[in-house]
């Protein structure tokens, strides 16, 4: 089944008529999307998956690219439901109100969901004081420094289980850059986790702040399904490939700006 679903994707890249394989097609419709729209939730604060137009709602990024996308080979309409943090995205997949989710892998929510197919690389920098001796990520884990990361996140995940001098404090949510700054400025924090992308935008925001000019972490960002749907899970591969060999994903990338913080994943195995 696995690989019909793969080729019935690439009959589609290629511009193969979609009624030579309606079959198949119906059959992928109702795998992906069973309720004839197909639901998928990502993480509404990370700019590298996508953007939340605060006045309209409208998303744009790499997520709202491959969602509209596969929604067009699927003839059905979409709808992209920002979630607050990975716990919330996988919270859709189990109780049925989205049909695919994304989110960065990571062994222990791999025992939650299948991670189902990678289109890109998150890069990840640590923000520190504009006057910090700090200059490259390999001088964070010494002693005497407070490494901050929002619990949960991916940063979070790797400073908790990898500093061995550092302390780590872990923070409810991202704080805000007037927030972070004042940390920075009372000795609360010397240096901050976060994705590269937030990174570069604290560093030209804000004139306290500036970004390590390295990535700590790169981690895999991957369309992921409820736990038990390998039909699912066989067709997001086959799509996350073609995106990836296509340029589809580079392209996307490029639009949104996320050149500097992201790349095209390689597709290999965890």
Known sequence: MRNVLIALFASLIVGSPVLAAEPAL??????????GTLRAAF?????????V???????TGPVADLVQELARRLGVPY?????PDARAVIGHLNDGS??????AYEASRAAEVDFAGPYANMHNSYVVAERSPLRQSGDVDRAGVIVGAVKGQTQELFVSSQMKQARVRVFDRQPPQADLEALFKNGEVTAFGVNRQRALELDKNSTELRALPDSFLEVVQEFVVRKGEPQKRAALDGFAAEMRSSGFVKTSLAKAGLEESASVASGDAH
């Open 98 to 103: 989205a049909d695919i989710g994304f989110l």
């Open 79 to 83: 709808q992209i439901l920002p979630s």
């Open 26 to 35: 119906s059959s992928l419709k109702a795998t992906l999307a069973p309720t």
């Open 53 to 59: 137009d605060p006045a309209t709602g409208a998303v």
């Open 43 to 51: 993480l509404g604060a990370n700019p590298v998956q996508g953007r």
